[in-house]
């Protein structure tokens, strides 16, 4: 076994987005960097090591894990950021095959990636895990039920665990980021039941979303806090990401429902 002198990161869904800027950045701050992706490209060129993960497999997991392990001795940081999004629509249009498709990869990749790394953060007796969340996991949005859904569980998991492994040397995060500019939202999958009564109002949506996608920040500022949690001493239970996330995380705090309801609506132009 060559154990790793440098501190060792696994970035999942690292193929593009804020996963790729991530494992650049831990590159550069000194970690020896896996990236993962579900079909790496043979041609891409990298400075971290790239290697195939299906999230959605236990067995994929398991096998990256000790294949890591087995090389480096180690592993110190694990950030989840694997997930998939969903096109907006109304709750009920999708089936509810596409609603545990999302839970699957979103939450239950992330526990299976998790639950892969505590046997050897615990020998460690360290390590940290940072799992990507979302505004969306705090604060609802209409017409994004599913995917919604799924960030208020990784949320509630994230901070829950993190209680549970703290004594053994462990801390859990979650990042928070608002609408940034990758792309996930173009291999979102469509709802599989489209319904004349939410026609209208879906493509209202669609095209807020586009708006607020043109002026959404750069992933890089996700890159920036993902480093500053792993290397944090004293780590906070959520971290927001960006301008916009802050603003959302204030008006979430202290704004009463009511006027906060109101906000969501004219914000997303719904009467």
Same mark, same amino acid.
């Given at each position: 076994m060559n154990k790793s002198k440098a501190p060792v990161a696994l970035v999942t869904g690292a193929s593009s987005g804020i996963g790729l800027i991530t494992a650049q950045k831990l590159h550069e701050a000194g970690y020896r960097v896996f990236g993962t992706s579900r079909r790496p490209s043979p041609t891409a060129s990298h400075s971290f090591d790239m290697l195939p %993960?299906?999230?959605?497999?236990d067995e994929s997991v398991a096998d990256l894990i000790n294949r890591i392990v087995e090389s480096t001795g180690r592993?110190? %940081? %694990?950030?989840?950021? *694997?997930? +998939? $999004?969903?096109?907006p629509a109304g709750a009920e249009e999708?089936?509810?095959e596409q609603a545990q498709a999302i839970f699957n990869t979103n939450f239950f990749g992330v526990v299976r990636a998790t639950n892969a790394v505590l046997p050897h =953060?615990?020998?460690?007796?360290? $390590?940290r895990i940072l799992n990507i969340g979302s505004v969306l996991g705090f604060m609802p949005m209409p017409y994004m039920a599913f995917y919604s859904a799924s960030?208020? *569980?990784? +949320?509630?998991?994230?901070?829950s665990l993190d209680h549970e492994l703290r004594g053994m040397g462990i801390r859990v995060s979650v990042i928070e980021p608002a609408f940034m500019k990758t792309s996930i939202e173009a291999n979102s999958a469509q709802a599989e039941f489209l319904m004349d009564e939410y026609l209208d109002i879906r493509n209202a949506i669609e095209g807020r979303l *586009?708006? =607020? %996608?043109?002026?959404?920040?750069?992933p890089l500022v996700v890159a920036d806090v993902i480093l500053k949690a792993a290397r944090?001493?004293?780590? +906070?239970? *959520?971290?927001?990401?960006?301008?916009?996330?802050a603003r959302l995380k204030v008006m979430n705090t202290v704004l009463p429902a009511r006027f906060l309801d109101v906000g969501i609506r004219k914000h997303l132009r719904i009467r």
């Open positions: %993960l299906d999230v959605d497999k592993i110190d %940081l %694990l950030v989840n950021n *694997a997930g +998939r $999004g969903l096109s999708f089936s509810l =953060m615990r020998s460690q007796q360290s $390590g960030k208020y *569980a990784l +949320r509630g998991y994230s901070e *586009a708006e =607020m %996608l043109d002026s959404a920040e750069d944090d001493p004293n780590p +906070r239970a *959520a971290y927001t990401a960006g301008s916009a996330a």
